[in-house]
């Protein structure tokens, strides 16, 4: 499994032509696998805190895969355990459009020395930013529906050679899960009409900035998201989280742990709003940023440089704050994410930025 799961062996781009296992070989290779793990446990332990740590998140993260896998299989009758009902929709919705200033000035980026964060998010630096604009709120499905049906996938002059290229080889002409009559989307188990307020979801990076160019507008860099999420301008400090200092508790904060099987409308938790007023900064939808996917200024790979030194590169783009699938634990706010441009079996969505010189 090694030739196949080493990314510096074998690039992810090049697995899905590798020979996998069969079932019962898998099987046998878990338990196999699950029996060494426990000998290794009863020796240290879980005090060896860091390895553990990163363990358990990295478990966390693989069950936000299995839940993508599980919206591609389109199996009917599927439903999460334990998932609790929406919140309320709230009155008014918000479109995704609304754009909250944010002053130029330094702030703090990255994780904390304290606490468990993986190599890419360190070291944590300072960096100026120039005044610009974000969205209050994830782009939503209404929103987006506009673009959709005023030829938003028709119209070359809003979309990247890139981008065009990819849409026009595979014939894209709405985001996925979306039915051909733009009326529903495939939930998780079931079709369900197109809900107006919840964030646009299933949408590649192409995708979302086309959206942008054609309202004149952009996607905010992962510095510019990192800085309306977590910096308090009046103390010069960052939040742990958009809210304050403590983690994510479901249903109050966020709309994370797969608390409800899908989205929630953009503006369903008030109790999450960041220092400058942006909402849904966790959960509910990964974020495509501008940002390409490199370490920061003085980084330093982890003993465990596969996970995230061998996808540096433009080929690669960030999203931050986690979706409705992601664990709590691995819902904060330094977290990077990274994929392909092209990429939208993941829980994506955006919010929009513009510059603001004056």
């Not at 074998?10 to 069969?22: I, K, Q, S, V």
């Not at 130029?104 to 300072?126: K, L, S, V």
């Not at 039915?179 to 495939?186: M, S, Y």
Request: a negative charge; hydrophobic letters at 35%.
């Amino acid at each position: 499994l090694a030739e196949i799961y080493d990314a510096f062996e074998t690039p992810r781009a090049h697995r899905g032509g590798l020979d996998f296992l069969a079932p019962g070989a898998a099987r046998q290779y878990l338990a196999e696998t699950r029996a060494r793990t426990l000998e290794v446990l009863e020796e240290r332990g879980p005090g060896d805190g860091f390895v553990h740590e990163m363990v358990v998140r990295h478990e966390h993260q693989h069950n936000e895969t299995m839940l993508q896998t599980l919206q591609l299989a389109c199996l009917r009758d599927y439903s999460l355990a334990g998932a609790r009902c929406a919140p309320a929709m709230p009155d008014p919705p918000a479109t995704g459009l609304e754009l909250i200033e944010i002053p130029a000035g330094e702030c703090m980026i990255g994780a904390r020395r304290d606490g468990f964060a993986y190599d890419n998010e360190r070291p944590r630096h300072r960096t100026d930013v120039r005044r610009y604009r974000i969205g209050c709120t994830p782009v939503t499905n209404a929103t987006y529906l506009t673009f959709t049906e005023g030829g938003g996938y028709e119209r070359r002059e809003w979309w990247s050679d890139e981008g065009w290229h990819w849409k026009e080889q595979y014939d894209i002409t709405r985001p996925g899960g979306w039915t051909a009559d733009l009326a529903a989307e495939w939930r998780l188990g079931a079709l369900e009409p197109l809900e107006a307020d919840r964030p646009v979801v299933h949408v590649s990076w192409f995708e979302a900035d086309a959206f942008a160019r054609a309202h004149g507008l952009r996607l905010p860099t992962e510095i510019e998201w990192e800085k309306a999420a977590t910096w308090e301008q009046e103390t010069g400090q960052a939040r742990r989280y958009p809210w304050g200092d403590d983690p994510p508790m479901p249903g109050v904060h966020a709309n994370v742990d797969q608390l409800g099987g899908g989205t929630v409308a953009t503006t369903a938790y008030p109790a999450g709003s960041s220092p400058y007023g942006c909402l849904d900064m966790i959960g509910d939808v990964w974020e495509w940023t501008a940002s390409e996917f490199g370490g920061y200024p003085g980084f330093a790979a982890y003993p465990y440089k596969e996970y995230s030194e061998v996808f540096f590169g433009a080929e690669y783009k960030v999203l931050r704050g986690g979706s409705w699938a992601t664990r709590a634990r691995v819902a904060t706010p330094t977290f990077r994410n990274w994929d392909y441009p092209q990429r939208r079996q993941i829980f994506s969505g955006f919010r929009i930025a513009m510059d603001q010189l004056r």
